[in-house]
């Protein structure tokens, strides 16, 4: 296959039994060299037999529900907090499972509850001793004697989940109706190592055509609690959290390997559970060492089978995807071939673009061929608009992977979907020819980069590298500033608080970004109130360093400062027991090289108020009412940026730039290869001599770029791409 | 005097000498029977000899400056903590007067500063120890070796105040010019006892025509410290606080009393001090009741002279009141015939008029007679308005004092600023008239109430009964509510968790009212995390009583729950760390009782964002974007309401005053004896069958009443009140 062909190669086309017609129809209009099959759809032997190379799914943990339904103590497990009981009486009883999904959760009383289980007061904080509670099978419940009137009663519990997530997920949206529910096995237990090995050896013996096995992912789901649908249909949903890889025989394992045994406690910590929001506890980075561990030793097995078929492994970075972590060291062992990601913006793509030690790179695009979207809205149903959904996705996805590309996109869920769609069939002919611009590009040489590189500091630093707590949060300030910065012309690394504790801040390093709430593993909570952290940063200013701080940046409940920085930062924020305090006055001053493309006042979103100047010299750009919303502050050699909110938009990329500049004393970059109108974004390629320049808005923009050859003009049609030989 | 009068009494006058004509004639048309002087202001001997009866203002503390700078270490001091420098090496110089206004502070070298004062690293939180810092008189620095680079380091450290602060407030808004500096004089010295007791003995002897001594007020002013002008005007200003009755020698008496020495950071505090907001602690509890006990034994004594001498001892409820506290046991021992205070709001004339062990009960209007207001607004001078500024005072006022009434009102300052203000002069007169007929019907008896008792629970409780920081703290909720209630026909006290820690809840209270934010005094912070008071509230409610919550009520960074009565009020508060949790759905019902007055959406000002509803059957009635505004709850036999917000207007003291009815199933309440538009309200006096409305806006206004003769229909014009005997 011609690897510089635009119009075809580099697309994956989920195929659909039953329309082998429109499969093979579709397979050439889009260009594909590539047919899979999703969950829910087969394909059929004309497909297989078809000239393409074939993609089939396979989810190991959920691939025999004979098995599983047979052996239902080797189910995978969660630790579980029931739902808050005030006591009316001396005497509670807590059903565990109320306000749950009981299609997804039994609760486990084989492994002894007094051993692994526990109740605690959390009105006092207290756990309840083992000998005032006790439990019953039957009812599910939980009897608590000698409770104190109004305080609130939980239990810690474990359940095994019987039914597989992401097919649940799939069964209910597409209402499959009767269709047995899918129950997912644990490979903690050698039983079922052993029954995943035969699987796979019967499994790859009946699939002779199958190029690429795309593994969804190893073993263990991200966490999804589901509600009881009288009340809610879903109760937490963290991308990042590995609540799913909990069970008592995982527990029995670690305490073998670590020397100590974590408390359901551990898990549920008061009912924040180890979600990613909260700061990593040293044991959670032990669990999730654990879990990395297992994962790896036993995926590479399955991987090392696959290959002896000549087959090739991918996997998919989502759904069961914990303990996979493509960022840490353990990775490469897996030995994947492929990593393949269902991503919607610049942040998802560039964490797939820059995945280590696998050689094809896959996007998988949105809408998935499903009636519905995940937030339940229309796609291919009446009234979905998916020709628009895609592009307003690739609008963000496409600044991304014009600093850092991909080998491949494709789609997923029922092809018969876009019938009723002939201009999404259209359009996405037309953005695989898009696309694969683009990736050639990239295989003539990267793209120019200023020389300016930017840190974003979290607790989680680089095993989080492009990613938060799933798909995009909006309204939270990391997140929307990672997407900001993930199609900008510079170079972006991942550091955490361990890292500097560890080694210090890396001296190439021109920026520090810190952005997030206060205690959230964005910010960096806790690690606030460590001297080192705060010694290390403002050396790192003092020295001529840029800090930017976004949201509550260093902020902590310690000593007279909130935001720990607050000196270098040049503001704080008032916590409302010093109201009686006056501040500085300011003058917001908008004359500033930061405000230099900005036309209106600032839309940060939801910014944090209460904040006030520390120092007469902090400069003040932009404040809502009496709060600064945008400052300025020389620290020592180094500048920092404070901004009270942060939201994605083409105004507000602009804006970070400038800041990024401003804060590294880079101001001068901005004198080339960068587009006059900031609705517009350019890149520069200089293997292939090639001006890339996109249009970011569904409006047409007129832009301009100061290159080489002089300034050079271009008019854009609404989300276009243009591409220029200079 | 007919006390009966509308035309005369009950009328204070600030004469002034140079003006006697004016006075004489603004005392005969305004109807004072007292004519007073003002800090500023002198009588002549023309108006102390007229019929009038004489107020004479008097402030010990500051009277004689002769002696005060003969004895420079009998002035009064405060602890400092001086701003904190960021250390850029090993060595750090602190310039401990930095920021601050050096007219009104001079460094204490006299108390050694290794024994008296405290250096703390604010990055680590730990004290420096003595050997590591020195003093330098001269330079007036602090120098601290071994520092670690880029933590930041403070200094408490004491201070004389060289400048009495209410003195150079007048100074500085009047410009005294070279007028003499006046200093405060502290009595915890027996020479300075001995100096007033001469001084006042003195002075009783020259003032023979003086009726009344009216003292500003006792001994220590409220804590107000002044900026480097350069920087910033004001620093801190706190009319609840002990700061100012802070030194050296305080100190060393309140250790022989209480077995104890309190430690500079004791009163400073990282930083906060014991300002109003914090939560007092044990030991500031200590302090405050030594302050009280030795200000009520000095001033008794003074008062004690002002009685043998024929003569009446008043006291200005502000200035110098610090100790005083007119709602504590001590009170009535001083011996004091009348309270006077200077106020702006409903609140705050409920403040004086519920003053227990005072014969004479008088407000001090608002604009004081000065060319410009606290906040630096012209009055007087071009651009003011005094007289629409006198009325929309008088609106908040006028509902107070309809449901408690006060005997006197008056004026203070330069009386010649009214004579380019015909109208003012003009209106006066008319309010003075309005003040007497409301008045008059107090003395005839009581007006009716609904048969519900409010309480407003707090960490102050009664000390600061109808109280907060100072004046309107406009966005604070619990001012904002307690402005609101202070013109309801409801009786309203104030307890605190110690209070209740001490003997429980009162069964005649009806509604518990918390409003604040987290951490402060106002919603009562760490007193939430006490499970005593927890089960203590939520017994109250579920025995059937109603408890109200705004803002953040029973806030807590503690276990599963924010709101510590969460599962009374039925929702709670997200903090950022569980954003991947979803919430129960709602919809906002706005069919309910407390909204039958609501016109169009809630205006709630700012209000607590993130706000979730803990249960499904948290009936939400109002919502912003996705988070309830207004919600309320049965919770056992009782009921909940939250708010998350609130602002004083005439709309939300009728959705406040439902709340509350609905809260104590008093719903009927409502049926009569309630003005239809909730613009209006009315106060009905049974004694003597008077029905009075008034209108609390500046446009016309109809209303109705339901009254024991049927509907009765009123128009009013704009600000009237309407008196009506039925």
């Not at 979907?417 to 990736?439: A, S």
């Not at 260093?554 to 000196?567: I, V």
């Not at 609705?679 to 996109?694: G, I, M, R, W």
């Not at 049609?717 to 030989?725: D, H, M, R, V």
């Amino acid at each position: 296959m011609d690897n510089k062909s635009l119009s075809t190669g580099g697309f994956t086309l989920p195929g659909e039994a039953g329309y082998e017609t429109l499969t093979l129809e579709l397979a050439k209009k889009w260009g594909a060299d590539v047919i899979r099959d999703s969950d829910g759809t087969q394909l059929s032997d004309e497909i297989i037999e078809s000239d393409y190379d074939i993609y089939s799914t396979l989810c190991l943990v959920r691939a025999d529900n004979e098995w599983a339904k047979a052996n239902p103590t080797k189910l995978q497990q969660c630790c579980v907090m029931s739902k808050p009981v005030t006591a009316a009486t001396a005497t509670v009883e807590i059903d565990l499972l109320e306000g749950y999904f009981k299609e997804q959760l039994v609760i486990n009383s084989d492994d002894a509850p007094k051993e692994w289980w526990q109740v605690f007061d959390r009105t006092s904080g207290e756990e309840v001793p083992a000998d005032k509670w006790s439990f019953d099978k039957d009812s599910g419940t939980v009897t608590i004697d000698g409770t104190t009137k109004w305080h609130r009663y939980t239990v810690n519990f474990f359940c095994y989940r019987i039914w597989e997530e992401i097919s649940m997920y799939n069964h209910v949206t597409n209402d499959w109706g009767d269709k047995e529910h899918l129950m997912p096995i644990d490979p903690i237990h050698p039983e079922a190592r052993d029954q995943i090995r035969d699987y796979l050896t019967k499994w790859l013996d009946s699939h002779p055509h199958t190029k690429v096995v795309r593994l969804t992912s190893m073993f263990y789901n991200f966490w999804w609690f589901w509600g009881d649908p009288a009340q809610q249909k879903f109760i937490v949903n963290d991308w990042g959290s590995y609540e799913f890889s909990v069970s008592t025989e995982s527990i029995r394992q670690f305490e073998a390997k670590f020397g100590y045994r974590p408390s359901s406690e551990d898990f549920v910590n008061a009912g924040l559970y180890n979600n990613s929001y909260k700061v990593p506890s040293k044991f959670y980075r032990d669990w999730m060492d654990f879990i990395n561990a297992f994962v790896v030793e036993f995926g590479k097995e399955c991987i090392e089978m696959i290959h002896q078929r000549d087959k090739l492994a991918f996997v998919f970075y989502n759904d069961h995807w914990i303990g996979i972590e493509p960022y840490n060291e353990r990775f490469k062992d897996f030995g994947f071939d492929g990593i393949i990601d269902g991503i919607f913006s610049g942040f998802e793509a560039r964490k797939v673009a820059e995945c280590p030690a696998v050689s094809v790179r896959e996007l998988r695009m949105h809408p998935y061929l499903f009636p519905t979207g995940v937030n339940g809205a229309p796609s291919f149903l009446p009234g979905g608009t998916p020709t628009l959904e895609c592009k307003s996705y690739w609008v963000d996805i496409r600044r991304a992977i014009l600093r850092k590309g991909v080998d491949r996109i494709g789609f997923g869920g029922y092809l018969h979907l876009v019938e009723n769609h002939p201009d999404f069939v259209d359009y996405i002919e037309e953005l695989g020819k898009e696309f694969r611009q683009l990736r050639n590009l990239h295989h003539d040489g990267a793209p120019r980069e200023m020389p300016v590189k930017v840190a974003l500091l979290t607790a989680w630093g680089n095993t989080r590298a492009w990613a938060c707590c799933g798909h995009y949060n909006h309204g939270n300030y990391y997140n929307e500033v990672m997407e900001a910065v993930s199609g900008l012309p510079i170079e972006t690394v991942f550091i955490s608080f361990e890292d500097i504790l560890d080694g210090g801040i890396d001296p190439s390093i021109d920026v520090i970004v810190n952005a997030g709430l206060v205690d959230d593993s964005w910010s960096g909570g806790e690690y606030w109130k460590n001297a080192k952290i705060i010694e290390a940063v403002s050396e790192f200013v003092a020295q001529g360093g840029g800090l930017i701080g976004v949201g509550e940046p260093s902020a902590q409940r310690h000593s007279t400062q909130y935001f720990q920085l607050s000196d270098a930062l040049g503001v704080d924020r008032e916590l409302g027991l010093t109201s009686a305090f006056n501040r500085y006055p300011f003058e917001a001053k908008s004359e500033h090289f930061i405000l230099e493309d900005a036309s209106g006042p600032l839309e940060l979103g939801k910014t944090i108020d209460r904040v006030y100047i520390t120092n007469p010299d902090t400069m003040v750009l932009a404040a809502n009412a009496a709060t600064p919303t945008l400052a300025v502050k020389e620290f020592q050699k180094g500048r920092s940026v404070y901004l009270a909110g942060y939201k994605y938009s083409p105004a507000n990329v602009r804006l970070l730039l400038r800041a990024i500049l401003w804060a590294s004393k880079n101001e001068a970059q901005l004198q080339s290869w960068i587009c006059s109108n900031a609705n517009t974004e350019c890149a520069y390629y200089p293997a292939s001599k090639t001006l890339v320049v996109v249009n970011n808005t569904e409006e047409k923009q007129s832009t301009s770029v100061s290159t080489d050859q002089g300034q050079k003009s271009f008019e854009l049609e609404p989300f276009a791409t243009l591409i220029e030989k200079l």
